[in-house]
T-cell receptor, first 108, second 115 residues
Framework: LAKTTQPISMDSYEGQEVNITCSHN???????ITWYQQFPSQGPRFIIQ???TKVTNEVASLFIPADRKSSTLSLPRVSLSDTAVYYC?????????FGTGTRLQVFP | GAVVSQHPSRVICKSGTSVKIECRSL??????MFWYRQFPKKSLMLMAT?????????EQGVEKDKFLINHASLTLSTLTVTSAHPEDSSFYIC???????????FGQGTRLTVV
Protein backbone atom coordinates (compact mmCIF):
# COMPACT_ATOMS: atom_id res chain seq x y z
CA LEU A 1 0.00 0.00 0.00
CA ALA A 2 1.35 3.37 -0.98
CA LYS A 3 1.99 5.65 1.99
CA THR A 4 0.84 9.22 1.61
CA THR A 5 2.24 12.43 3.05
CA GLN A 6 0.23 15.62 3.28
CA PRO A 7 0.63 18.90 5.15
CA ILE A 8 -1.01 18.67 8.55
CA SER A 9 -2.84 21.95 8.18
CA MET A 10 -3.42 24.89 5.86
CA ASP A 11 -5.09 28.26 6.25
CA SER A 12 -6.83 30.26 3.56
CA TYR A 13 -9.28 33.10 3.08
CA GLU A 14 -12.61 33.06 1.36
CA GLY A 15 -12.40 33.42 -2.41
CA GLN A 16 -8.85 32.12 -2.69
CA GLU A 17 -7.72 29.04 -4.55
CA VAL A 18 -6.31 26.32 -2.31
CA ASN A 19 -3.90 23.67 -3.48
CA ILE A 20 -3.17 20.68 -1.27
CA THR A 21 -0.35 18.42 -2.36
CA CYS A 22 0.01 14.78 -1.45
CA SER A 23 3.19 12.75 -1.87
CA HIS A 24 2.96 9.04 -2.68
CA ASN A 25 6.39 7.97 -3.85
CA UNK A 26 5.70 4.22 -3.93
CA UNK A 27 2.41 4.30 -5.79
CA UNK A 28 1.71 1.06 -7.66
CA UNK A 29 0.77 0.76 -11.30
CA UNK A 30 -2.85 -0.15 -10.57
CA UNK A 31 -3.38 2.41 -7.80
CA UNK A 32 -5.86 5.23 -8.13
CA ILE A 33 -5.58 8.55 -6.29
CA THR A 34 -8.70 9.61 -4.46
CA TRP A 35 -9.45 12.62 -2.30
CA TYR A 36 -12.08 12.74 0.42
CA GLN A 37 -13.44 15.56 2.56
CA GLN A 38 -14.55 15.10 6.13
CA PHE A 39 -16.49 17.46 8.39
CA PRO A 40 -16.53 16.92 12.17
CA SER A 41 -18.70 14.00 13.28
CA GLN A 42 -19.50 12.96 9.72
CA GLY A 43 -18.27 10.25 7.41
CA PRO A 44 -15.86 11.23 4.63
CA ARG A 45 -17.27 12.41 1.34
CA PHE A 46 -15.77 11.67 -2.07
CA ILE A 47 -14.35 14.70 -3.84
CA ILE A 48 -12.43 13.50 -6.86
CA GLN A 49 -10.44 10.59 -8.23
CA UNK A 50 -7.80 10.24 -10.88
CA UNK A 51 -5.17 7.96 -12.32
CA UNK A 52 -2.97 10.35 -14.30
CA THR A 53 -2.92 13.85 -15.82
CA LYS A 54 -5.73 16.18 -14.84
CA VAL A 55 -9.26 15.53 -13.69
CA THR A 56 -11.86 18.21 -13.07
CA ASN A 57 -15.36 18.07 -11.68
CA GLU A 58 -17.82 20.60 -10.36
CA VAL A 59 -16.05 21.05 -7.03
CA ALA A 60 -12.33 20.49 -7.59
CA SER A 61 -9.46 19.66 -9.90
CA LEU A 62 -6.85 16.99 -9.43
CA PHE A 63 -3.42 17.35 -10.97
CA ILE A 64 -1.22 14.29 -11.31
CA PRO A 65 2.26 14.53 -12.86
CA ALA A 66 3.56 11.92 -15.25
CA ASP A 67 5.51 10.02 -12.59
CA ARG A 68 2.39 9.87 -10.36
CA LYS A 69 4.50 10.23 -7.23
CA SER A 70 2.43 13.16 -6.07
CA SER A 71 -0.93 14.76 -6.68
CA THR A 72 -2.46 18.15 -6.02
CA LEU A 73 -6.05 18.83 -5.09
CA SER A 74 -7.14 22.28 -6.21
CA LEU A 75 -10.17 23.95 -4.67
CA PRO A 76 -11.17 27.09 -6.54
CA ARG A 77 -12.50 30.07 -4.62
CA VAL A 78 -12.96 28.42 -1.25
CA SER A 79 -15.71 29.45 1.13
CA LEU A 80 -16.12 29.08 4.88
CA SER A 81 -17.99 25.83 4.30
CA ASP A 82 -14.86 24.28 2.81
CA THR A 83 -13.28 24.22 6.26
CA ALA A 84 -12.71 20.50 6.76
CA VAL A 85 -10.12 17.76 6.74
CA TYR A 86 -9.00 16.55 3.32
CA TYR A 87 -7.59 13.07 2.85
CA CYS A 88 -5.53 11.75 -0.03
CA UNK A 89 -5.83 7.99 -0.53
CA UNK A 90 -3.80 5.86 -2.88
CA UNK A 91 -4.76 2.32 -3.67
CA UNK A 92 -7.34 0.17 -5.36
CA UNK A 93 -10.33 -1.74 -4.11
CA UNK A 94 -8.47 -4.01 -1.71
CA UNK A 95 -8.08 -1.57 1.14
CA UNK A 96 -8.70 2.05 1.89
CA UNK A 97 -6.05 3.34 4.26
CA PHE A 98 -6.33 6.90 5.44
CA GLY A 99 -3.30 9.05 6.11
CA THR A 100 -3.18 11.95 8.52
CA GLY A 101 -5.13 14.30 6.26
CA THR A 102 -4.86 18.08 5.86
CA ARG A 103 -6.93 20.29 8.09
CA LEU A 104 -8.01 23.28 5.99
CA GLN A 105 -9.23 26.35 7.82
CA VAL A 106 -10.91 29.03 5.73
CA PHE A 107 -11.18 32.50 7.25
CA PRO A 108 -13.59 35.26 6.26
CA GLY B 1 -23.57 9.71 -5.28
CA ALA B 2 -24.65 6.51 -3.63
CA VAL B 3 -26.36 6.64 -0.28
CA VAL B 4 -25.13 4.73 2.73
CA SER B 5 -27.32 4.68 5.82
CA GLN B 6 -25.65 4.04 9.16
CA HIS B 7 -27.58 3.61 12.40
CA PRO B 8 -27.64 4.62 15.11
CA SER B 9 -25.90 7.96 14.75
CA ARG B 10 -25.30 8.12 18.47
CA VAL B 11 -25.49 5.53 21.23
CA ILE B 12 -24.67 5.41 24.90
CA CYS B 13 -24.32 2.05 26.57
CA LYS B 14 -23.20 0.62 29.88
CA SER B 15 -19.92 -1.20 30.32
CA GLY B 16 -20.26 -4.89 29.65
CA THR B 17 -23.15 -4.62 27.23
CA SER B 18 -23.07 -5.12 23.47
CA VAL B 19 -23.93 -2.60 20.81
CA LYS B 20 -24.83 -3.27 17.18
CA ILE B 21 -24.20 -0.72 14.45
CA GLU B 22 -25.94 -1.22 11.15
CA CYS B 23 -24.81 -0.02 7.76
CA ARG B 24 -26.93 -0.24 4.62
CA SER B 25 -26.29 0.76 1.04
CA LEU B 26 -29.57 2.12 -0.27
CA UNK B 27 -29.06 2.21 -3.99
CA UNK B 28 -26.24 -0.10 -4.97
CA UNK B 29 -24.83 -3.50 -4.18
CA UNK B 30 -21.60 -3.48 -2.24
CA UNK B 31 -19.08 -6.21 -2.74
CA UNK B 32 -16.58 -4.87 -0.24
CA MET B 33 -17.09 -3.18 3.09
CA PHE B 34 -14.74 -1.38 5.42
CA TRP B 35 -15.21 -0.48 9.06
CA TYR B 36 -13.25 2.32 10.66
CA ARG B 37 -12.95 3.92 14.05
CA GLN B 38 -11.87 7.47 14.60
CA PHE B 39 -10.70 9.24 17.76
CA PRO B 40 -11.09 13.01 18.18
CA LYS B 41 -8.89 15.01 15.80
CA LYS B 42 -7.33 11.83 14.46
CA SER B 43 -7.56 10.09 11.13
CA LEU B 44 -9.74 7.11 10.35
CA MET B 45 -8.24 3.81 11.42
CA LEU B 46 -9.20 0.78 9.37
CA MET B 47 -10.55 -1.99 11.58
CA ALA B 48 -11.57 -4.64 9.09
CA THR B 49 -12.46 -5.40 5.51
CA UNK B 50 -15.23 -7.77 4.54
CA UNK B 51 -16.57 -9.19 1.32
CA UNK B 52 -20.15 -10.39 1.03
CA UNK B 53 -20.46 -13.98 2.16
CA UNK B 54 -16.90 -14.15 3.51
CA UNK B 55 -15.42 -13.66 6.92
CA UNK B 56 -14.02 -10.27 7.68
CA UNK B 57 -10.29 -9.65 7.55
CA UNK B 58 -9.20 -7.73 10.62
CA GLU B 59 -6.33 -5.32 10.85
CA GLN B 60 -3.51 -6.04 13.24
CA GLY B 61 -4.41 -5.15 16.79
CA VAL B 62 -8.19 -5.30 16.25
CA GLU B 63 -9.84 -8.06 18.29
CA LYS B 64 -12.16 -10.05 16.06
CA ASP B 65 -14.05 -11.50 19.02
CA LYS B 66 -14.76 -8.06 20.35
CA PHE B 67 -15.70 -6.37 17.11
CA LEU B 68 -17.98 -8.78 15.29
CA ILE B 69 -18.58 -7.94 11.65
CA ASN B 70 -21.31 -9.53 9.61
CA HIS B 71 -21.56 -8.74 5.91
CA ALA B 72 -24.85 -10.57 5.51
CA SER B 73 -25.82 -9.30 2.08
CA LEU B 74 -24.72 -6.97 -0.67
CA THR B 75 -26.58 -4.13 1.01
CA LEU B 76 -26.12 -4.75 4.72
CA SER B 77 -23.22 -4.99 7.13
CA THR B 78 -23.23 -4.85 10.90
CA LEU B 79 -20.57 -4.18 13.50
CA THR B 80 -21.23 -5.46 17.00
CA VAL B 81 -19.09 -4.19 19.83
CA THR B 82 -19.26 -6.92 22.45
CA SER B 83 -18.73 -6.44 26.16
CA ALA B 84 -18.10 -2.77 25.62
CA HIS B 85 -15.64 -0.86 27.77
CA PRO B 86 -15.13 2.90 28.10
CA GLU B 87 -12.00 2.67 25.93
CA ASP B 88 -14.24 1.46 23.08
CA SER B 89 -15.86 4.88 23.03
CA SER B 90 -15.17 6.28 19.60
CA PHE B 91 -16.65 7.30 16.27
CA TYR B 92 -17.31 4.29 14.05
CA ILE B 93 -17.72 4.66 10.30
CA CYS B 94 -18.68 2.14 7.63
CA UNK B 95 -17.83 2.29 3.96
CA UNK B 96 -18.99 0.44 0.87
CA UNK B 97 -17.34 -0.29 -2.44
CA UNK B 98 -19.60 -1.44 -5.22
CA UNK B 99 -18.72 -3.76 -8.06
CA UNK B 100 -15.89 -2.44 -10.19
CA UNK B 101 -16.11 0.99 -8.65
CA UNK B 102 -13.04 2.47 -7.02
CA UNK B 103 -15.08 5.14 -5.26
CA UNK B 104 -16.03 4.39 -1.68
CA UNK B 105 -19.20 5.65 -0.04
CA PHE B 106 -19.29 6.28 3.67
CA GLY B 107 -21.96 6.17 6.31
CA GLN B 108 -22.67 9.13 8.55
CA GLY B 109 -20.83 7.54 11.44
CA THR B 110 -21.88 6.33 14.89
CA ARG B 111 -20.74 8.05 18.05
CA LEU B 112 -20.42 5.33 20.70
CA THR B 113 -20.07 6.31 24.33
CA VAL B 114 -19.54 3.57 26.90
CA VAL B 115 -20.24 4.59 30.48
Amino acid sequence: LAKTTQPISMDSYEGQEVNITCSHNNIATNDYITWYQQFPSQGPRFIIQGYKTKVTNEVASLFIPADRKSSTLSLPRVSLSDTAVYYCLVGNTDKLIFGTGTRLQVFP
Amino acid sequence: GAVVSQHPSRVICKSGTSVKIECRSLDFQATTMFWYRQFPKKSLMLMATSNEGSKATYEQGVEKDKFLINHASLTLSTLTVTSAHPEDSSFYICSFLGGQSTEAFFGQGTRLTVV
